[in-house]
């Protein structure tokens, strides 16, 4: 039986990906992708601007905001707040929570995301995003957001997978059921409804991924020669 040498690039892939799991080599590299790609520094100075807001008070108001849960300084919120303006380490996560947290109207918001992110608004299977909308509809605190994404974590952590309903209804559910109101045990009773299709179409294409690594991986040895 002939042994194949394996070069030292084939080496580190495949160490890197044992050492870390690929799910998480991967999550890595999209989330870097994200955070190049979603620009808000000019819609950001907008609101600053139309708030009538400096970045040393937007700090303030963050550093005694439940948003700093770290417990940072002002003067690293400061920073964070520079590089937003640069257009570095903002996520999208982020950019709702701030809005919230501004209470800013829902059609500015949205103008924010979607136009100068030219980022999609929300996914309905996105949980997060389905509790960031709710609260920015219904202008709720910061802190009930944090508290829901909290509670349904947990919920779907500890779920087990079962046939689902697809998008479309569950966009339409919410819509018709959830989105014109204030009634946050109704919002509830819906993502409780609803726990078993939230991220399941991103998990199924990350299954799919790992399953077509894992065949590369088990019929090519040396990834420098794939190609010869």
Not at 58 to 83: G, M, T, V, Y
Not at 129 to 146: M, T
């Amino acid at each position: 039986m002939e042994v194949v040498a394996v070069s030292d690039t084939s080496k580190l892939i495949r160490n890197t990906i044992e050492e870390k799991g690929i799910d998480t080599v991967f999550e890595s590299e999209i989330k870097d992708r994200i955070k190049k790609k979603f620009s808000l520094s000019d819609g950001l100075r907008a609101i600053m601007h139309d708030k009538k807001i400096t970045a040393k008070e937007l700090a303030e108001l963050i550093f005694n905001s439940p948003i700093n849960r770290n417990k940072i300084s002002k003067e690293s919120i400061e920073r964070k707040i520079r590089n937003w303006l640069d257009d570095k380490g903002i996520n999208r996560d982020m950019a709702f929570e701030l809005c919230i947290l501004l209470k800013l109207d829902y059609e500015t918001v949205h103008e924010f995301i979607t136009k100068n992110a030219e980022h999609l608004w929300i996914h309905p299977r996105n949980y997060k995003d389905l509790i960031y909308d709710f609260c920015l509809r219904n202008k709720l605190e910061i802190q009930v957001a944090y508290d829901l994404i909290e509670e349904y974590s947990e919920k779907i952590y500890n779920r087990e997978d079962e046939d689902c309903k697809d998008t479309i209804k569950i966009q339409d559910e919410y819509e018709e059921a959830v989105a014109n109101t204030d009634d946050i045990d109704a919002f509830r009773e819906f993502l409780d409804a609803n726990l078993e299709g939230f991220g399941k179409f991103r998990r199924s294409i990350a299954f799919n991924f790992c399953g077509l690594v894992d065949t590369f991986f088990n019929n090519f040895n040396d990834f420098d020669n794939f190609n010869n």
